[in-house]
């Protein structure tokens, strides 16, 4: 198994400031195009998973995700 592409989102907050704060959304549609996960890093949380559209995930009792300390989820 290959390891996943980080996307440092600290470099997107320094870029845009304030701007990437109020309105991250651009930024996310931008990742959207490129797959709906990926695997990022944030000043506040460290690395984790970014869910930006549609995935399917299969769940079973016991299913431990290595790494993930929370999804950032919607509803």
């Given amino acids: ?3 996943p592409e980080t996307v440092d989102l600290r470099v ?3 870029a845009y400031g ?5 309105d991250p959304y651009p930024v996310y549609a931008r990742l959207r195009e ?3 996960v990926h ?3 944030t000043a506040d949380t460290g690395a984790m998973w970014l869910v930006v559209g549609p995935a ?3 769940w079973r009792p016991g ?3 290595r790494g993930v300390h929370r999804l950032p989820v919607s509803f």
């Fill in 39 to 41: 695997h990022v890093r």
């Fill in 56 to 58: 399917v995930l299969t």
């Fill in 18 to 22: 304030e701007d990437f704060t109020a």
């Fill in 12 to 14: 997107y907050a320094r």
């Fill in 63 to 65: 299913l431990l995700i």
């Fill in 34 to 36: 490129r797959g709906p």
């Fill in 1 to 3: 198994m290959s390891t």
